[in-house]
């Protein structure tokens, strides 16, 4: 009983240390330089001459994505309207990173 007792505690206390380091994970807002583009070309349109491109795709119902300077990383973005007049621009965009998708905080032209 009291080994039982000692492993619930173990766990307890493990898992209690996980949940820490992942709401400090949680909270820290990054920047990112890259393109706004569309979840249709994606890549492909992350430069100057696809702006046009992107927001007739963006008009037509594609998603918004971020597309990084460094690694081509696609980043679906959660709350659009806040890169809303950015379409087809170079930005850094500042927020949350979760996964492959961004909470865009505030955005800034390059």
Excluded: R
């Amino acid at each position: 009983m009291k080994k039982l007792l000692l492993l619930c505690m173990v766990l307890s206390v493990l898992f209690l240390f996980v949940a820490l380091v992942a709401a400090d994970d949680m909270g820290k807002a990054q920047t990112v330089k890259g393109w706004v583009a569309d979840a249709k070309c994606g890549a492909k349109g992350a430069n100057a001459a696809g702006e046009a491109c992107t927001k007739k795709c963006l008009a037509a119902g594609e998603k918004m994505v971020v597309v990084t300077d460094g690694d081509q990383k696609v980043l679906t973005v959660e709350n659009p309207d806040a890169l809303k007049g950015h379409e087809g621009h170079h930005i850094a965009v500042t927020g949350h990173v979760s996964g492959d998708s961004i909470h865009v905080e505030n955005a800034k032209m390059l």
